[in-house]
């Protein structure tokens, strides 16, 4: 069965940065991407961006180019999204999901951006 | 970017109706569509792909159609469990969007 399993809450500070896991098992790891989505509380769902797991390829939203960065561990079939200069509207739940389609999700992790 | 605009932003409906969602794209993108399903409180659950294909284990009251900019999402006999937050998705170009979600109530 496929599973991705993130990583837990965090709290920051403005300026800060945060590194959230998403770790899959039950499939082959690098012949799907992996795509992070957010949601800010009370609101809809947002698009931040897409990583391929088989060559590192990525794609980001606009609204964090030069602050977000994607990554994988194919030895541990994890994948990565550190988000940096962390800003109050950054505060959201963060979802990991399988390749675009995201047929499968993570459970998300709460971030909370706060002085 | 795309725009996804969905249609009604909220929806009040009795147990055993059948209802319509609306998704407009603002270019075409193929069938290149996913419905989402959300309840309060947990993360959103696939429900069609390819704006027309029932992803495995999504019972058959569900249904979707469309293609190029205008595409729709149908559920039939309501029932107590389906009334949550819905979202259309396109993947067809990058930065792949949202739309603003839409979401169904019991009246």
């Known amino acids: 069965q496929v599973h991705l399993v993130q990583s837990g809450a965090e709290v920051k500070k403005p300026g800060a940065s945060v590194k959230v896991s998403c770790k899959a098992s039950g499939y082959t790891f690098i012949n799907y991407g992996i795509t992070w989505v957010r949601q800010a509380p009370g609101q809809g769902l947002e698009w931040v961006g897409w990583i391929s797991a088989y060559n590192g390829n990525t794609k980001y939203a606009q609204k964090v180019q030069g602050r977000v960065s994607m990554t994988t561990d194919t030895s541990t079939s994890t994948a990565y999204m550190e988000l940096g200069s962390l800003r109050s509207d950054d505060t959201a739940v963060y979802y990991c999901a399988r390749d675009s389609g995201m047929d499968v999700w993570g459970q998300g992790t709460t971030v909370t951006v706060s002085s | 970017d795309i725009q996804m605009t969905q249609s009604p932003s909220s929806l009040s409906a009795s147990v055993g109706d059948r209802v319509t969602i609306t998704c407009r794209a603002s270019?075409?993108?193929?069938?290149?569509l996913a419905w989402f399903q959300q309840k309060p409180g947990k993360a959103p659950k696939s429900l069609i792909f390819?704006?027309?294909s029932l992803q495995n284990g999504v019972p058959s009251k569900f249904s979707g159609s469309g293609s190029g900019t205008h595409f729709t999402l149908t559920i039939s006999s309501l029932q107590p469990e389906d009334f949550a937050t819905y979202y259309c998705h396109q993947y067809n170009t990058f930065p792949y969007t949202f739309g603003q979600g839409t979401k169904l109530e019991i009246k």
């Open positions: 390819a704006a027309s």
């Open positions: 270019q075409g993108i193929s069938n290149y």
